[in-house]
T-cell receptor, first 110, second 112 residues
Framework: NAGVTQTPKFQVLKTGQSMTLQCAQD?????MSWYRQDPGMGLRLIHY???????DQGEVPNGYNVSRSTTEDFPLRLLSAAPSQTSVYFC?????????FGPGTRLTVT | AQRVTQPEKLLSVFKGAPVELKCNYS??????LFWYVQYSRQRLQLLLR?????SIKGFTADLNKGETSFHLKKPFAQEEDSAMYYC??????????????WGAGTKLIIKP
């Protein structure tokens, strides 16, 4: 099993650009989520999904969209990047309360 | 309100000294608590969960419902324990799904 995979590992965007962070898992987990990790603020939930076709907002959803067309994939879209979205983004899947994290995407918005 | 508090952003101890990373929670239901660890340049991973009552890498954590705490302890710190540690609470959200509520994390530095 590859577990949870994320691409890209690093990305630099200009303000106003859009992009999609990819996330996939091969463990057949229903629950998937996206977090951002910022110094001193821990992990903040952006969006989550409890199964294919179902998504919901987390703590900090503004500026981000998600979709869940399959169990495996849960992409995160930045609609119009802003410097405040500079962060490390983690995708995770969950089973029985335990979360399995991807390696992260380090995003810089200039 | 559901909340996890890790009061120390940074904890620095000498190798061989005891370590205690504090975690307090606020939750009206029956809590399920976790400790996750993130070593430098690695992904977050589960360290231990209270229901398993395991000792992982010499770390233990006991759920104290009276004090609403789940402190992480190790009697003798090793340099490889240097990492970021997060306490998390599994809580039922408004839509009846379970989510993890995260503390802000404690950076543990073990000095040689």
């Amino acid at each position: 099993n590859a577990g949870v995979t994320q691409t890209p590992k690093f990305q630099v965007l200009k303000t106003g650009q859009s992009m999609t962070l990819q996330c996939a898992q091969d463990m057949n987990h229903e629950y998937m989520s996206w977090y951002r990790q910022d110094p001193g603020m821990g992990l903040r939930l952006i969006h989550y999904s409890v199964g294919a076709g179902i998504t919901d907002q987390g703590e900090v959803p503004n500026g981000y969209n998600v979709s869940r067309s399959t169990t495996e994939d849960f992409p995160l879209r930045l609609l119009s990047a802003a410097p405040s979205q500079t962060s490390v983004y983690f995708c995770a899947s969950m089973r029985s309360g335990e979360q399995y994290f991807g390696p992260g995407t380090r995003l810089t918005v200039t | 309100a559901q909340r996890v508090t890790q009061p120390e952003k940074l904890l620095s101890v000498f190798k061989g000294a005891p370590v205690e990373l504090k975690c307090n929670y606020s939750y009206s239901g029956s809590p399920e608590l976790f400790w996750y660890v993130q070593y430098s340049r690695q992904r977050l991973q589960l360290l231990l969960r209270h229901i398993s009552r395991e000792s992982i890498k010499g770390f233990t954590a006991d759920l104290n419902k009276g004090e609403t705490s789940f402190h992480l302890k190790k009697p003798f710190a090793q340099e490889e324990d240097s990492a970021m540690y997060y306490c998390a609470l599994s809580a039922k959200s408004a839509d009846s799904n379970y989510q993890l509520i995260w503390g802000a994390g404690t950076k543990l530095i073990i000095k040689p």
